[in-house]
Nanobody
Framework: VQLQASGGGLVQAGGSLRVSCAAS????????IGWFRQAPGKEREGVLC????????YYLDSVKDRFTISRDNARRRIYLHLHSLKPEDTAVYYC????????????????????WGQGTQVTVSS
């Protein structure tokens, strides 16, 4: 599976943004897709994930009331909806999948062995 994130940009604090993850390959609808982010000088962290059954798993408590995720299997797209953005949300956002599971794994289970897309930069100005 090849993944490509897009839709990042510069937004003011309190604003909203939608980033997308485009996927290629068969059986896209069978995969869970996770969103991760990495800020400058920090380790990559899990944000949230959507299972094949459209169930959302949040990895970060700080985004539970602000970020949502959706998927359009017909278009092979996963969308990350970012609302009430804060400067600390500034990061490169990545999407990833593990073709071996349809559920959202725990954060520590994701690894470089999974399929990762190129990230998209989200910058939130104060």
């Amino acid at each position: 599976v090849q993944l490509q994130a897009s839709g990042g940009g510069l937004v003011q604090a309190g604003g909203s943004l939608r980033v997308s993850c485009a996927a290629s390959g068969d059986r896209f609808a069978d995969y869970a897709i996770g969103w991760f982010r990495q800020a400058p000088g920090k380790e990559r962290e899990g944000v949230l994930c959507i299972s094949d059954g459209h169930h959302t798993t949040y990895y970060l408590d700080s985004v539970k009331d602000r970020f949502t995720i959706s998927r359009d299997n017909a278009r092979r797209r996963i969308y990350l909806h970012l609302h009430s953005l804060k400067p600390e949300d500034t990061a490169v956002y990545y999407c990833a999948t593990d073709r071996n599971v349809d559920r959202c794994k725990a954060t520590h289970e994701w690894s470089t062995n999974d399929d990762w897309g190129q990230g998209t930069q989200v910058t939130v100005s104060s």
